[in-house]
């Protein structure tokens, strides 16, 4: 049985994803007066120190100010607001290191809103445009999360082992190369155990598929679904049951020094697993057979 699917993720950020903690709202009006003032000072004679640079100080403010407001419409879950925020941050200030962050909340919008599909696009060009940027990490483990939370296990579908698995090599894949790229990245230990739930639904899939050709006397098919998920999908939790499998099904090919030999692999690698008792049975039989 595997694990039961996770779902997404709280809307709250890390703390090193969001701005710092405002003490209230400020209307976005009050930036597009402020963005307004700076452009007609110079008409009116009121420039800024030269000490700070024509302008760039209170850009910067600005775009600051605007990502802000965008944050608590954010916190506020008020999606549709925070969406034409952000934007705007986006449009007004593209030059700005705010502009990005605009960019990854964006697709952080469609994540919470389980449109997965539209937040996966958001964040490849996210990752595509920003490729040296801090949170390159975040995006590219909210995408994974994306693949993974589009494994469906709804009621009245057939069970998962059951299904086609492009969607869950997708997930199980995108994850592990996040795992790789990323071994200090946010939400390393949960896209870890995701990994793993994806790694043995695939190969769930594979001894189903072997199962389904023993049944049908095909045993030679069936061994070679067997040996092919221990091959390509090493280290899952279900190593034991795919190996146990693998011995019973040369028992019936009469290829029993192999068998033999597969069940004492599982009874050396795995003693604390209730299925080596199983396995050791089948050792002791062999060998009372001279095997």
Known sequence: MTPARLRPLDATLP?????????????????????????VAPLTGCEPPKAYGPGVLQYSENARRAYEEAMMAFKDRSWQEAQILFREV????SFSREAPLAQLRLADIEFEQERFVEAISAYKQFVRENPKHGDVAWARM????????????AFLLPAQEEREQTSVAEASREIQEYLRDFPDGPEFAQMKKLGADALARLVAHELYVARFYIKKNRFEAALGRVDYAIAK????SKDVEALVLRGEILLRLERRPEAKAT???VVKKYPGDPRSVQAQRYVDRLVKDGI
């Not at 994803?17 to 963005?35: G, I, K, N, Q, T």
């Not at 986006?90 to 200030?93: A, D, Q």
């Open 142 to 153: 909210r995408m994974a999360r994306c693949y993974y939370n589009q494994i469906s296990d």
């Open 90 to 93: 986006r449009r007004r200030f």
């Open 233 to 236: 999908y090493p280290g899952s």
């Open 15 to 39: 703390a090193r994803y969001a701005p710092s903690a405002v003490p209230r709202r400020l209307p976005f009006v009050l930036v597009a007066l402020a963005l307004g003032f700076a452009a």
């Open 263 to 265: 069940f004492e692999l």
